[in-house]
């Protein structure tokens, strides 16, 4: 679904072509096979309740209070998936080969934290009147909508800095050489500046509907991909393979957004006042049925991607039940939390 490289709702914008190869069959990971040999949900439940540990104590409440209570608030809040911080801690352990438990302890405590802060971070901005005008996030208020726009613009701009700064001086030196650590941090700043997220936004907010492929892989794709590209580094992933958990990390994280549009398309079916679509997505644009034909080829993108990676025999699986959760949503957050 390539779009024109300029956009014609406004002519002064120049967007770069994004093309999807062309699929000719359908691929499908092979969920029988995945979920005997790994249980996503026990995984995901046991990583959630050791980030949620983590990060109650690496925000502690502090002057200038408001602020230090609006950024817990949208970091701490209940029901959130942490899947950048999960995605990450399952590249590291694809590459590494070591236990999550100690991963946690000692390497993504910094860097996973950061992936999810970012998130978060994202999270808070797009909620604002002047973006995507959200008074709500996950069926609570939005952090704007409980601290005003102010003290959420301010949350917002503190958490960015505050995982660059986290990584900085808790990643400890012996374990993870600086070459390395220079390059998550180049990463994750390429994923939030000018030619990521916030491009994304941007194009959200300004560009025409020929946009959708732009806005979608820089809004939804870059923060997967940070997040697996991340754990690789941390591992010390060859060029290739980082390349292969870079695709596989956008596609990922583009799929989820589809996924969550088609489903609220179709819980919305049946209400005569449906929510307001809000910003651009497949579903607004071209409709539920294209919609799912793009995630279908999404998920196709990122289990090619993955069988490039099966020299690592089982330790893909979690990457494996990452991308099939993302498509097929079997089991409910309400039950994690």
Known sequence: MAFSSVITSTPHVCLPKVTRPVLRRTIRCSAASVSSKFDLKTYWTSLIKEIDLKLDEAIPVKY?????????????????????????VAAFFLLSGICTIFFIGCKSQSVSFKSFWVHAASLIHDDLPCMDDDPSRRGKPSNHTIFGVDMA???????????????????????????????????IARAVGSTGMAAGQFLD????????????EKKFGEMGQCSAVCGGLLAGASDDEIE????????????????????????????????????????SVYGVDKAMEVAEDLRSQAKIELDRLDKYGDKVLPLYSFLEYAADRSFSFEELV
Do not use: W
């Open 244 to 283: 292969q958990l870079r695709k596989y990390g956008r596609a990922v994280g583009v799929l989820y957004q589809v996924v969550d549009d088609i489903r609220d398309a179709k819980s919305q079916s049946g209400e005569k006042d449906g929510s307001k679509s809000k910003g651009k997505s497949y579903v």
């Open 64 to 88: 200038p209070q408001q602020i230090y209570e609006a950024m817990r608030y949208s970091v701490l809040a209940k029901g959130a998936k942490r899947a950048p911080p999960v995605m990450c």
């Open 205 to 216: 907010l300004e560009g025409g509907p020929n946009a959708v492929d732009f806005v979608q």
């Open 153 to 187: 613009i301010l949350a917002g701009d503190a958490l960015f800095p505050l995982g660059f700064r986290h990584i900085v001086s808790h990643t400890p030196r012996d374990i993870v050489p600086e070459t390395r650590l220079l390059q998550v941090i180049a990463e």
